[in-house]
């Protein structure tokens, strides 16, 4: 079962502009990370905010965490048209072990030339 | 270093037989996980190997079994395949994490099976 929900579904911006997207789960978590895949393939590791911090940047990123409302967000800045790809939340829950993550279904970035 | 590696990249069975897919780990990782997605939707963890045996399971069935060898590569074998197993099959490794520690992924480019 997905925990996270992304938000939008797709989005589609000029190149330049921001794009933000959104993440909610369900569950108290440990971190929550963000990835990136392109067309079907492999996803790529972007960026990780644990559970007592409220924001973080890395380069045009920059990702926020409510564990009140259990959602996070990711921003891209001066978005690029090779920031086209879709976005994935990924959550890891309190207790550690061998949970595995848990993924949301994405977003889809379309960033217009 | 080299990433994580996949084969094959496609593949087609028919309903009822058996898969096995491959996966080397990156340079350094002891752990190999396996996911599961289904066009249009988000990864689904299958399970974990360390030390080469299985520490986490997801929601899957026992008909999806996988080994991890002493140089850390991985497989994942699909036993009486149904049509609902068609998706990307992506392996992810990493290191042995400390009970506080992060789990980040490194993953590969994933194995396509279509289930006729």
């Known amino acids: 079962s997905q925990q996270g929900e992304e938000d939008p579904q797709a989005l589609s911006i000029q190149e330049g502009e921001n794009a933000t997207m959104n993440c909610s789960y369900k569950?108290?978590?440990?971190?929550l990370q963000w990835y990136r895949q392109n067309s079907g393939r492999g996803l790529v590791h972007l960026i990780l905010i644990r559970s007592n911090e409220r924001e973080k940047h890395s380069g045009r990123l920059r990702v926020t965490l409510d564990t009140s409302k259990k959602s996070s967000s990711l921003l891209i800045t001066a978005s690029r048209a090779a920031d086209t790809a879709s976005y994935f939340c990924a959550t890891d829950a309190r207790g550690g072990g061998a949970d595995g993550l848990t993924f949301g279904k994405g977003t889809h970035l379309i960033i217009q030339p | 270093e080299t990433g994580v590696t996949q084969s094959p990249t496609h593949l087609i069975k028919t309903r009822g037989q058996q898969v096995t897919l491959r996966c080397s780990s990156q340079s350094g990782h002891n752990t190999v996980s396996w996911y599961q997605q289904a066009l249009g939707q988000g990864p689904q963890f299958i399970f974990q190997y360390y030390r080469e045996e299985e520490n986490g399971r997801g929601n899957f069935p026992p008909r999806f079994s996988g080994l991890q060898f002493p140089n850390y590569s991985s497989e994942l074998n699909v036993n009486a395949l149904e049509l609902d197993d068609s998706a990307l099959y992506l392996c992810?490794?990493?290191?042995?994490?400390?009970?506080?520690?992060?789990?980040?992924?490194?993953f590969g480019a994933g194995s396509r099976l279509t289930v006729l």
């Open positions: 992810a490794s990493s290191l042995a994490r400390l009970s506080s520690g992060a789990n980040v992924l490194t």
């Open positions: 569950t108290s978590i440990n971190n």
